[in-house]
Every structure is written in structure tokens, then in C-alpha cells.
């Protein structure tokens, strides 16, 4: 309506350029955070368009104000209005001829209820003054009421509950009570407008932290555990940690961190070592506070040697030896020696003296004066407690001069012949070892006629004589740093051994003799290596010779002809050669002669047989041919005999009569005739009664079973058998038939016994070993044309 107006206006004047400047609000009203924009429109030839602020400062555009012009209209934008922004704006117009109109609005901004940043929930510790926070705005200013349990609360003079003057809500020694949902409520009366929030409040109570024992006792190294235990309370649930030494103890294979029910936390500790004793803490902690507990463990620790360690003395001068060890209790100390097992406490010697020991907390000093090269050994140092005991041992090493461990000082050789002379020796530390000829050091390179040959405590001058010069005296010293010491050794020239004596001959047979004699007085310097024994028969013969065995005196001579006469020397031989023979002896074997009588010996052998074993003895010179074997039992008068190759040693007779004693007469037969008889008897023993019972008592149903059907076979295999000899019939004749034919078949009708005549079958003897015994040991199985069957031994068994 008013820009109808002033378009009138404009008409009326005519001629006259006026701007006409209007704005679509006069006056609004806008809640803090909304927008708004308001239209500036201006009548005429306005070349600009402006609007300014409350403070009538040209409003440019920003984040928050916006501007759009054109021509003759121009919008202004206000996003999210702030309190500030309340105030009359202005748009005023120009023209080119420079006037101005200008139209305005007011601008009214009022606050809505607004919580800011009210938190929930809300903490407090147990006891505190708390103070719910509700932080509301608006304009006008609201009007607050708390609630509790959809209640209001009611802020009386003297209650423990009080609003304050920011209106929240205050709340006297708070307490698990007063927990719970609180609700802030505020209204603006003017508007009707009304909000609330909620607001959780949460009471934290302090832990409370209790200990059942406060003092635990372990021993270390013993794979043992202890337990701590907590018990807590509080609001939130306490956190409960466990410290040493300042530090958190972190679950581990050692410690073990356990959280039981009813607010109770363990804390194990495992295999326990000397180290783990000591205080241990049990804190407990929540919003509302911290609380500690110290506990205490004792570790009993097993004593244990901690310093121990080797000594070295020189001899005659004394040894201190420490031992130190530690443990829970201290332990007591003690040394025992390694030579007799003695053992020595704090204040006891040795019965000679020499040997002292002193020490108290856990360190003992063992004092060895004038030490011995007898005392070099082990020591035990021993650490004992009610706890136990540990056991550690040291060596004691006695450092003393070279000593020479040979009295061998005087060797012998001969020209060209290489001898080594060895120095042997024993020094602690080692010896250097060195040469002299007649105060002049021997090269350890090689020369013509010396090498030297170095080892760990010992050298050996290896000397080739050349000359007479060559031999004499050589000089060993040994060195260390605790002394030195000299050796002198003489190599002397060798001769060859003097000749043996006390010559004599034992033993003489037909082709044996054994030689023996006595060694020489002398061997030269060198030993003797073998003695050289030479023989031969009587008269101008060539000697022949016989080497002994090493350096035995006693030589035998074999393969000697009988009755004939020989002649004996022997002579020794050493490095350096053949010594003197002895004086020559003679000696006659003996003639051939008919062979001692054997020894004897029986056994009893499988069945009716029974074995003679035959021990040759003197054969008089020539190999037994025979022995002659006579038997009979003692009621007969008629002897049997056994012809048994000389070769063999056993006899075996059979088949003999039970029950019987048996005379034996053995001659022994050579070329030359016979021995004496040796005689022997021998019983045989009651034929032993084989019954079914005792047979098969002790075989089970099927053994019983295959014996018998084994006795039947055998039995068929016999009866076919003799089918075959007598009437040429029966499975095997059968066999044979198929097997050969009709022509072998004729050819064996052709071969049957004509009466009267008898065939042989030889069949072999089993022995009681079962292997079949040698010719002459057989049985003839005579077969008669009667059918009859008669068996004898064989002719060399008569």
C-alpha cells in the first residue's frame, strides 16, 4: 500500500526525480539460530543499493550475511541469527544526481529455552558436596524445578538438597542414596514454552581393601608357589594391580594375576627364587580413589657357593684358598680334603699342622703352609644350613722344578748304530728341554749324527755314532720359571754277548730233545734279541741252525732221526751282533720202540653202545697204526674185537647186554709192535622199563596221535619192504615196475634168489647221534630162500 503511494506520489510531482526506497518487513521477530532475508526496492534510477547494520556500518557479505543486488532491488540474508544481530537495518538508495532515499525495519531477536552441554551422566565421590549441573537459556530467563524419582523436590531451609542461583542443584555429603535419574525442568511463562532434561547421577564410593595374611614364608629352588590374596570393595568395581619395587607386575609364567568372585584377587608366585622375597603391593583403585596394602615374603634360600675358585701354589710355599657362600639362613662352612677325605670346620688344623681354616658370615680361608706335591688335588667346600647344603670343589695345582722321572743314564751302541736317549720329565709349568755335548748346545736341526725329537715333557737325542768321538757324555737340562735342573746321560760303545754256559739236555726221545742253558754274564750293553742254537749228527755234517723264541732259554729240537747221535751249541745275539758259541754238547736220541700202553676213558653211550675214549701217549718214535680193541663180559671166556684206526680216539662197542659187566683190553700197535695192554671196565646198566604210561606222559592228544601214526607207517614201510626182498611184491615193487619198465621188471625176475642161495643187504648203523657210523661198523641182513632173515655184525667187529 505504501509503494501504491509513493507511485502516486511520483506521478503527481511530474518532472520531479525522486527515489522511492521501500523494505518488504517493517518490524520482525526471530529465534536465535533461525534465518531470515528482507527485500529492499527502490522507485527511480537508483544507480547503488546499500544496507547497514544497527551500528550503521555498511553491511558487506559474509559467512553469515548474504547479498543479492540488482537494479533497483537488492536482498539481504541473515543465517543463523545470534542476540547480537537484534537492531533497526537500513537500505538506502542513490542516483546518478545524488539522491537519496533510504526505508528501514527493526529487527527483534529472543532466545529459546536452550540446555547447553548438560552432561549425563554426572559423578561425584561418596561424601562431596555435588552439584548437579543444568545450564538452560532464554530470554526472558526461565524458571527452573528439579525432580527426583518423578517427585519434585522440595528445597527447604536446611536441607541437604539446594538450588543455587545458576540453578543447579546442589547436594550435601552425597551418598549411594542419592543416586538415581534427576530431571531439570524449566518454562518461559511468556511464550508457554517448556523443556526438560534428564540427568543421571552416579555416586562413586573409595575401594576398601583388606588383607586375610599379610606375612608368607617359602624356600627357594624348590619349585614352590605362594598366594596373595585381596578381598576389595567400592563403586565403580575397583581395579586391582599388583606392584614390586615400584613397578606393575604383569601376567607372566612366574606370576600369575587371578580374579575371583567376591571382589577377591590372587596373585601366585611360582617357583620362587632366592630374589622374589621381599614386600609386595595389592593396590585397588576406581574414579572415586586408590587404596594400598603391603605384603611380605621370606624366601628361604638353600645355601649356595658363590666364590670358589682355583689355586695355584708353588711348592714349599703356602696356599690360600677362600670360599664364600651365601643363603637364607647363613650357612656354615667346612672344607674337606680330596687326598684322605678329611673334613675341617671354622678353627681345626691338620694333625701336621700345615693345614688351617678360619671364616665367619658365610666366608671361610682355607691357609696349606709348606705345600707338598702331595697336596695337588681337589678340595670340597661345603655350605650347610637347615635348609640344606651345597657342595663346590676347587684344584689346588703345585707349580715345583723339572724333575727327571728315569735313572737310565748309561746307554750303549756301536758305530752306525742309531740310540735314542730320552729325557724324561715331570715340571709344573712345563720344561723347555735342552741338548749339551761338552758345554755346547745341540742343534735341534738335524746333523749327521744327532736328531732331536721333541714331546710334551720329554726329548729324545737321537745319536748315530761315527766315530769314537761320538760317544761320551750328554747333557739334558729342563727349565721353568720356578728352577732348572741338569741330567747326564753316557753313551758307551756296545759289544756283542758273551757266550752261554751250563749247556743240557732233557727230554730226550726218539725225535725230540729239548735244549736249555744259562743266559751269558754279559750282553754287551745291548739286550739280547734271540739266541742262536746250532745242531747236527756226530762227524763232519753241516750245522743246522734253530732261532729261539725271544730270549727263553730253552729250545726243543723236533724231527730227529732215532738212535743217532747229535751235537749241540748255542750262541747269544744282540744289536751289535753275534756273541761266542758255547762249549759243544752231544747227545743220542732214542731208538724206535713199541708204543707206551694208551690212557682210557669211558662213556656210555645211546642204547646197548657204549664209547672208549683213547688218549695216545708215548708212540715210541714212530705213528700208531692201531689200536686193538678186546671185550668181553666177565662170565665169558671168549673175547670180541675192534679193530679202531690209530688215527681216531674213540671206540664205540655195540650192541652189549644189559645188565652186564663188561673187561676191556687196548694195545696200542706201531711198526715196531705192540704196547702193554691197558685195562678198563665198564658195567652196563638194567634195561630201562619203557612203558605207554611213562612214554606219553608227558606228551599231549596230538603228539600221542602222530607218534602212533608214525610207529604205523613205519611198520607198513617194513612189511612192504619185505614183500619186496621175499616175494617180490608190494607198493615198492609196484614203484619199480612203473619206474623201469617190463624189461627192467624181467631183468629183475632173472635176479631172484634160487633156493637155497641167501642175497645180502648191507644196511648202515646209526650212531646215538644219529649220523651213520664208518665202515667196518655194518650189519649184514642175510636173506634165506625159507623166507628166514639171520643178521650179524660184521667181520671186523668179531
Sequence with gaps: ????????????????????????????????????????????????????????????????????????????IIYNAVVQDAGIYRCEAADAAGNTGEASVVLEIYQRLTFRDVQSPQEFRHGETAEVVCDVISSPVPTVVWYYQDREITLEQGSRLQMLANNNLQIQQVSKADEGVYRCEASVEARGEIDFVDIAVVVNVPPVLTISQQSFNATADYQESVTFTCMTSGSPEPRVTWHRKGQQLEPSEQHVLTRLDGGRSSLTIRNIRQGDGGSYTCRAANKAGAQERELFLKVFVQPHITVLQNVTAVEGAAAVVSCQAEGEPLPDISWRTGQDGRSYGDGDKSPDGRLQVRGRHGRSVLTLSSVRLSDRGRF??????????????????????????????ILYSWEGNPVNISCDVIANPPATLLWRRERISIAAEATPTTRVHGTAGKSVLEVTPMSDRDFGRYNCT?????????????????????????????????????????????????????????????????????????????????????????????????????????????????????????????????????????????????????????????????????????????????????????????????????????????????????????????????????????????????LDVSCFFLRRAGLLMCLTRSLCGNKTATGAKGKEPEEGKAAYLKLPLKEENGKESLKPDTIEIKVHGDGSLHTKADDSRA
Excluded at 501 to 515: C, I
Design 478 to 718: 729342563a727349565r721353568n720359571n720356578i728352577g732348572v735342573r741338569f741330567q747326564e746321560f753316557i753313551l758307551a760303545q756296545a759289544d756283542v754277548p758273551s757266550n752261554p754256559y751250563s749247556l743240557r739236555l732233557s727230554a730226550v726221545s726218539q725225535r725230540l730233545a729239548t735244549v736249555s742253558f744259562m743266559k751269558p754274564d754279559s750282553h754287551g750293553g745291548v739286550p739280547i734279541s734271540h739266541y742262536l742254537l746250532q745242531y747236527r749228527e756226530a762227524g763232519p755234517q753241516d750245522w743246522r741252525e734253530l732261532r729261539s723264541h725271544s730270549v727263553h732259554t730253552t729250545v726243543v729240537l723236533t724231527g730227529l732221526e732215532p738212535n743217532t747221535t747229535y751235537e749241540v751249541r748255542v750262541a747269544a745275539v744282540n744289536g751289535k751282533g753275534q756273541g761266542e758259541f758255547s762249549h759243544t754238547e752231544s747227545f743220542q736220541t732214542l731208538p724206535i720202540r713199541e708204543p707206551s700202553p694208551p690212557a682210557v676213558h669211558g662213556q656210555r653211550g645211546m642204547g646197548t653202545a657204549y664209547r672208549l675214549g683213547l688218549v695216545k701217549q708215548d708212540d715210541g718214535g714212530m705213528p700208531i697204526v692201531e689200536y686193538i680193541v678186546k671185550y668181553k663180559t666177565d662170565k665169558e671166556e671168549q673175547w670180541m674185537t675192534k679193530l679202531v684206526p690209530g688215527s681216531q680216539d674213540s671206540a664205540l662197542l655195540q650192541p652189549l647186554q644189559w645188565n652186564t659187566r663188561y673187561e676191556v683190553e687196548i694195545t696200542a700197535r706201531n711198526v715196531k709192535g705192540l704196547s702193554e695192554p691197558t685195562f678198563y671196565q665198564f658195567f652196563m646198566p638194567q634195561k630201562p622199563d619203557i612203558t605207554a604210561e611213562s612214554l606219553f606222559s608227558g606228551l599231549g592228544l596230538g603228539a600221542v596221535l602222530g607218534l602212533g601214526l608214525a610207529a604205523l607207517l613205519l611198520v607198513a614201510a617194513l
Design 380 to 409: 670340597d667346600c661345603e655350605a650347610q644350613s637347615r635348609i640344606g647344603g651345597h657342595q663346590k670343589s676347587m684344584f689346588l695345582d703345585v707349580e715345583f722344578m723339572p724333575r727327571f722321572l728315569t735313572n737310565h743314564t
Design 1 to 76: 500500500m505504501l509503494g501504491l503511494v509513493q507511485l502516486l506520489a511520483a506521478l503527481v510531482c511530474g518532472s520531479q526525480a525522486v527515489l522511492q526506497v521501500s523494505i518488504s518487513l517493517n518490524k520482525v521477530e526471530l529465534s536465535v539460530g533461525e534465518s531470515k532475508f528482507f527485500i529492499c526496492t527502490a522507485i527511480g534510477e537508483p544507480v547503488r543499493l546499500d544496507w547497514f547494520n544497527p551500528q550503521g556500518e555498511r553491511i558487506a557479505p559474509s559467512r553469515r550475511f548474504a547479498l543479492h543486488s540488482e537494479p533497483s532491488r537488492s536482498r539481504l
